[in-house]
């Protein structure tokens, strides 16, 4: 009972801001999204048999992300699906655990070992994140609450373990199989870092999905900058990621 409950007042604060970004009138930047979503995970593939040295395994991964992805932004155009009230963290919760993947098997290309256990426990890790981001805002929104949500602090210590894994173990497994793997991992590394930060910063600016927040972001601002940062983070990163593997290889 109370489960439901909490699912009820999460998707009921989400439908507002379902409302809010379809009625702003960002359609077709959020189509524009979904066209070029569709044609990355195309494209991925295509290119794998361009670069023939990039495995399999990646362009399949980029291609489950960006089109994982655009079904999900289909909810802000097409309405009336079961996905519309909670959109974003079910674009989330499935496309960052897998872009974490491609990443960490970007610093493995090529290393001796499988390493799962660390691969299983940084996707994990990127999971626990999203839901508890969902935990976390759904508990600061309640009208009787005051100061930090519990969730956001075991955010926080997921958060740390993430980046522990990507900057620690994956950095020296890149490093010992390559010094050319190492740099390119460095770069994505960093570019993944930084997009990763960039979206609680949007969403903690957006008076649409969090009103506790300051006002900078309005409706159509906090819808544009979510079809931008996702740009990148997905259908620019997997083209980065499949080039900076395929430049490895031919170095290597």
Not at 136 to 144: C, G, I, L, N
Not at 145 to 172: D, H, Q, R, S, T
Not at 218 to 229: N, P, Q, R, Y
């Amino acid at each position: 009972m109370i489960g439901v409950i909490l699912i009820y007042e999460v998707t009921s604060r989400l439908f507002m801001v379902y409302e809010a970004i379809a009625a702003s009138g960002s359609s077709p930047y959020i189509w524009a999204y979904i066209a070029t979503a569709l044609l990355s995970g195309l494209a991925y593939l295509f290119l794998y048999r361009v670069w023939d040295n990039v495995p399999r395994r990646f362009p399949i991964i980029h291609f489950f992300i960006v089109s994982w992805s655009a079904l999900m932004y289909l909810s802000f155009v097409e309405g009336q699906t079961l996905f519309s009230d909670y959109v974003w963290y079910m674009d989330w919760i499935i496309s960052t655990p897998l872009i974490v993947l491609a990443l960490v098997l970007t610093a493995t290309y090529k290393s001796e070992g499988s390493h799962y256990d660390l691969i299983g426990a940084a996707m994990g890790l990127q999971f626990m994140l999203i839901v508890t981001g969902i935990v976390s805002q759904d508990t600061a929104m309640s009208a009787d609450f005051v100061g930090i949500p519990v969730a956001f602090w075991l955010g926080c210590v997921w958060l740390a373990g993430l980046i522990y894994l990507l900057w620690g173990p994956f950095k020296e497994i890149a490093e010992q199989t390559s010094h050319h793997l190492a740099q390119k991992y460095k770069i994505l590394a960093g570019y993944i870092s930084l997009f990763f930060a960039l979206y609680p910063t949007a969403w903690y600016l957006s008076e649409t999905v969090y009103p506790e927040g300051p006002a900078v972001l309005g409706a159509f601002e906090t819808s544009l900058a979510f079809v931008i940062l996702p740009f990148f983070c997905k259908q620019v990163y997997g083209f980065l990621d499949m080039y900076m593997i395929h430049q490895a290889g031919e170095e290597m």
